[in-house]
Structures are given as C-alpha cells and as structure tokens.
C-alpha cells in the first residue's frame, strides 16, 4: 500500500522506514546498507552495522484526524531524533515505520496487520482517533507487539478493552473527572454536554456526567454532535431549559466549528462555557480567535511557563517542537497535546526498553513486566511531569492543568496532582 503522505511538502523533514536515497546509499558496504539504510545520516557513523529497532506508528495523517495526527507524528519523531542523537536504545538506533490510517478503522486494520505480520515491528507508538484504536488494539495483542497508545482517550482502552500489550502513558477521562469535577459543580449547578458522538466523546461524557453528580451538581442533558459536521447549529440550537453551564468534548475541526457557532448562537454570553481542552487547543486557537474567550477547561499539557510549568524542560520541549511544527504548518501553531503524548509515549518505551533489556520480538514478556507499574521523572524525557503507569490496568496518571482563555491565552487556574486524578482499576487481563 502506497503511504501518498510521504510525497507532501510538510512531511519532507521526518525519517521513516524506507526513507532512502541513491545518494544516501553510495559508499556504503552490502551489510551495512541492510542494517543502517534507513537511519538518518548523521548518526550512521555513530551505530555502525548495529541492527535498528522498528518501531511501528499508526497516524490519522488524512482524513478527519489529520490536523491531530500531523502534529502528533511531530513528538514521536522528535523523541526518536533525540533517542538517536544520544546513542539510541541499548546502543542501537530507532527507525520508525509510520503509516496513514485515513482516519478510517478499516484502512487502519489493514495496515496494522502489515505492520505486525510483514514488516516485523518491535514495538507500535502511535493511535489517535478512538475507534481506531479499539479496532487495532486486538492485532496487537494477537501479535505479541506492545502498543503504546499515544493520543487515544476512549475509556474502555484501559477498562473494559484492555489488554496485556497495550498502555496508555497519558490521561483518560475518568481521571479528568475527578480533577475538574469540584470545579464544574462549583462554577454551575445544571449542565448540559455536547459531545462528539463516537467512541471517545460517548466514553468522556459518562465520566464527566458521573464526576459533576458526585460533587453535587446535575447533568439535566446531552446533545451527541457526529464527527465533521460543519453546521452544528441544528443541534445547538435546540439547547435549552434550566441549564447553567454547557459542557464541550469535541476537538480538531469540530472544536472550532463548536466555539465559533455557539458564540454566534450566544451559548457562552447566557452559560458558563466548559469543556475538555482538546476544544481549544493550541491548534484551534487561531481559528478560534476571542470567541473561545471565557472558556474553562482541563488538558494535560498547555503551552504557556507560569507557575510550576516554567522548567527548564519544558522550555526545551516548547522551543523544539515550535521549531518542527513551523514545517509542517507556516501559520506556526505552537505544540499541542498530540505532540507532547507522543513525544512521551516514545521516551516511556525507550526507559522499558532499557530496563527490561529488550533485543526483539521474543522479549515482549519482559518489555510488559518493565512498563507494568513503572514510574516516570519529570525531566528532559518526561516534560509535562511525574507519572506512573499502573500495572492493574496499563493506565497512566499524570498532573492535570485547570486553565480559563483570557486575552486569547491560556491563564493556569489550578494544578491538580497526579494522585489526586486516581480512580479504581476497572480491568481484568485475560490469562
């Protein structure tokens, strides 16, 4: 299958499995070639002969998640570029071999089978729209190939879907719930939520339904809103009753659609306007505009330095991958979550990778039991801040940012600690 995102202008900067050139070959001996070819020149000298690590990566890089998947295929290849520059993992480089899902679970399948099945993958770090990643997460498992979810937040991927080789080193909805619900119950006493009607948005809007119930505030109504719909005020127009607040989970181009038309319809001048920070992220900002002014939301990452977000590494991560993103998009949007989860999710396998001692395919049972429980520094490699991976359920807990747009800005409200998002495992691995 032709991966035709290969052939764009914005992906002419990234390295991936089958990058090569005649220029690139010559003076190179028969073996060398074989092992090396496909690692970005300047490290070559560096490895020698030494035999890469393939890890695999599935992106929405068309389709309905593009924007997302562009800018998260940015941090997975800024960890490798990285991981690379400073002498790989166990003395051998990363070669990632990427490929576009189309948004689409069947075309994703398809390519994840060819991933696992011929071309050989170590390891997968990748996952972006939530259906996809339910519908690849059973070829992972079938293969033996730990799957690092990189994006994907749907609920039932560390509950109720969960497997012995997928984790998920980033957040879920659960968690943000119990951050953000003391919160919500205080700015309003009546909801409503809007939400992306698949898997994702379902899952999120019975957790935050749960959390605002628990901290004594209500959920009186719910309007599901199908991916890509251009024109929502069908839908948010018919909001209405004895609601105090509005409640969003939708993101890419359903986020801007969503902030700009419910200004228009007035939603956010007549109720408090809420939601998951994927509505605004540092993507949508610019389409967003002073619309999404007044919004109040909770995300993993933001890209602002006030209070403890103003480190060093921090710093570092922002300025590198302002430096990528530029490349692929000349508007110039600053980094977003995609970018720091996949960036993170790469740097996670790596510190398993290293720990467990792991040469191959026949060394996933001891990759699993490296990543299970396994805590992460905050640190060059883990900016965003301390996590640690549980082993009951494969699910990472993480600090998470409260924040309200102001100025067209984000302005930090509150940090919650990591070990106030814990909720109860959900989730029994088969034997």
Request: hydrophobic share 40%.
């Amino acid at each position: 299958m032709t991966e035709k995102w290969r052939e764009e202008k914005w992906a002419e900067g990234f390295w991936y499995r089958g990058k090569v050139s005649r220029r690139r070959v010559v003076g190179w001996g028969g073996g060398a070639i074989g092992a090396m070819m496909l690692v970005p020149e300047p490290w070559r000298a560096a490895f020698g002969a030494a035999k890469s690590y393939k890890i695999g990566s599935e992106q929405p890089l068309s389709g309905v998640g593009a924007i997302g998947g562009k800018t998260a295929l940015v941090g997975l290849q800024m960890a490798a570029d990285r991981i690379n520059k400073n002498g790989g993992i166990n003395g051998r480089p990363v070669e990632l071999d990427v490929v576009d899902d189309q948004s689409s679970p069947a075309v994703a399948r398809q390519k994840v089978e060819k991933m696992v099945q011929e071309d050989g993958i170590d390891a997968h770090v990748g996952g972006f729209l939530s259906n996809i990643c339910l519908a690849c997460m059973p070829v992972f498992e079938h293969a033996k190939v730990v799957n690092m979810i990189s994006v994907c937040l749907d609920t039932t991927l560390t509950t109720t879907h969960c497997n012995r080789e997928s984790f998920r080193v980033h957040d879920y909805a659960p968690a943000q719930a119990k951050a953000f619900g003391p919160m919500l119950a205080k700015l309003a006493k009546n909801w409503h939520i809007v939400y992306a009607d698949y898997a994702w948005g379902q899952s999120t809007r019975d957790s935050y339904a749960d959390g605002i119930k628990k901290n004594g505030a209500n959920v009186v109504g719910t309007t599901g809103i199908p991916l890509g719909t251009a024109d929502m005020t069908p839908f948010l127009s018919k909001i209405s009753g004895n609601i105090d607040g509005i409640f969003a989970i939708l993101f890419g181009k359903d986020g801007v659609t969503y902030g700009n038309q419910a200004y228009d319809l007035g939603l956010t001048k007549k109720y408090i306007s809420a939601g998951d920070g994927a509505v605004c992220e540092s993507s949508n900002m610019p389409a967003l505009g002073k619309k999404i002014n007044g919004f109040i939301g909770i995300n993993r990452y933001i890209p602002v330095f006030q209070g403890p977000l103003n480190t060093p590494y921090l710093h570092a991560f922002f300025d590198e991958a302002k430096k990528r993103l530029l490349k692929v998009d000349p508007s110039g949007p600053l980094p977003d979550r995609y970018v720091q989860s996949n960036y993170e999710a790469m740097n996670a396998l790596k510190q398993a990778m290293e720990a467990s001692k792991f040469e191959g395919h026949a060394d996933t049972p001891k990759l699993i039991e490296a990543l299970e429980g396994m805590e992460m520094k905050e640190g060059y490699d883990f900016p965003q801040g301390n996590k640690t991976l549980r082993k009951a359920d494969h699910q990472a807990f993480l600090r998470e940012f409260l924040f309200k747009i102001v100025n067209d800005d984000y302005q930090l409200l509150q940090v919650v600690a990591k070990d106030k998002t814990l909720v109860p495992p959900a989730c029994t691995f088969s034997a």
